[in-house]
Nanobody, 117 residues
Framework: QVQLVESGGGLVQPGGSLRLSCAASRSTFYIKTMGWYRQAPGKQRELVATITRGLSTNVVDSVKGRFTISRDNAKNTVYLQMNSLKPEDTAVYYC???????????WGKGILVTVSS
């Protein structure tokens, strides 16, 4: 079992930046992919970005060029650097980890990001 704990959310003005962190409770050696999803009010949860064990990344078009995902395997942590934030980025952001070894998805509890003036 792996617990994921997100941090770094909060209120930011449009155009501002935030960095989200997601710390895993144990080694991510068996975690193939870590990523971030988000769910805005009244909408379905959607993918934001993923990063593999080998550090290959995928970022959805709506945030490409503004958001960067990174991973520190030594610290069992994944980050989401969010720049040029827009009001439409307001959502609860969830950390995800997929273990190809166990065939299991793990989820954090989510953290709120609010972009508003």
């Amino acid at each position: 079992q792996v617990q994921l704990v997100e941090s770094g959310g909060g209120l930011v003005q449009p155009g501002g930046s935030l960095r989200l962190s997601c710390a895993a409770s144990r080694s991510t050696f068996y975690i193939k992919t870590m990523g971030w999803y988000r769910q805005a009010p009244g909408k379905q949860r959607e993918l934001v970005a993923t990063i593999t064990r080998g550090l290959s990344t995928n970022v959805v078009d709506s945030v490409k060029g503004r958001f960067t995902i990174s991973r520190d395997n030594a610290k069992n942590t994944v980050y989401l650097q969010m720049n040029s934030l827009k009001p439409e980025d307001t959502a609860v952001y969830y950390c995800n980890a997929y273990s190809d070894y166990y065939g299991v998805d793990y989820w954090g509890k989510g953290i709120l990001v609010t972009v508003s003036s």
